[in-house]
């Protein structure tokens, strides 16, 4: 039972113009989610995270949308960035996010020039 | 140097032996984790411990096993290993309060043939 999904498996965007990423949860207990990025040959990095009690959050050229009625959460990245190419990842936890983390499927981002 | 270290970072073995992949930390963290990940799957919860005294299984513990041997160390054993236990793995950190950031290492890949 994927708790967290990540429907789209790649996404391609023109450098400059505005990814958005999607994510879905099905378990209404969770409270906490983050989103983190992973280069190959590297262990995925934090990207940024929301609180259930929140409803956008906003860190330089990354926003992190969350509607609870929905269970949809989604990450927009602009301008996007040759850089940016990436799998992000899309996690989700309960107990404000002391808890152990439970991981969408992965969005790979490719960012033309 | 890395905060949390993989080792070995490649291993290709065969049916039936005995593997072990071993992680080590400096952050501090008391809580560590074990995942793997597959292609299309996302990360998969093999085995965490919130403290050496606490070992917990995850989604996909069979097959597996673990030892907290010290704060800082968490390793992983594959008894005998299976073909479909070729994956990437994944050891991460996390501070036992606060936002729930998982911190990875670089990973290890394993080839069972």
């Known amino acids: 039972d994927q708790q967290v999904k990540q429907n789209s498996p790649s996404l391609s965007v023109q450098e400059g113009r505005i990814s958005i990423l999607n994510c879905d949860y099905t378990n209404s207990m969770f409270d906490y989610f983050l989103w983190y990025k992973k280069y190959p040959a590297e262990g995925p990095t934090f990207l940024i995270s929301i609180s259930s009690i929140k409803d956008k959050n906003e860190d330089g050229r990354f926003t992190v949308f969350l509607n609870k009625s929905a269970k949809h959460l989604s990450l927009h990245i602009v301008p996007s960035q040759p850089g940016d190419s990436a799998v992000y990842f899309c996690?989700?936890?309960?107990?404000?996010?002391?808890?152990?983390?439970?991981f969408g499927q992965g969005t790979r981002l490719t960012i033309n020039p | 140097d890395a905060d949390v270290t993989q080792t070995p970072r490649n291993r290709i073995t065969k049916t039936g032996k005995r593997i072990m992949l071993e992680c080590s930390q400096t952050?501090?963290?008391?809580?560590m984790y074990w995942y793997r990940q597959d292609p299309g799957l996302g990360l998969q919860l093999i085995y965490y411990?919130?403290?050496?005294?606490?070992?917990n299984k995850g989604e996909i513990s069979d097959g597996y096993s673990v030892s907290r041997q010290a704060q800082a160390k968490f390793s992983l054993s594959l008894e005998s290993a299976i073909p479909n236990q070729t994956a990437l793995y994944f050891c991460?950190?996390?501070?036992?309060?606060?936002?729930?950031?998982?911190?990875f290492g670089e990973g290890s890949r394993l080839t069972v043939l």
């Open positions: 991460a950190t996390q501070s036992g309060g606060g936002t729930g950031e998982l911190f």
């Open positions: 411990s919130f403290d050496v005294k606490d070992i």
């Open positions: 952050k501090g963290h008391d809580r």
């Open positions: 996690a989700a936890s309960r107990k404000g996010g002391a808890q152990k983390l439970v």
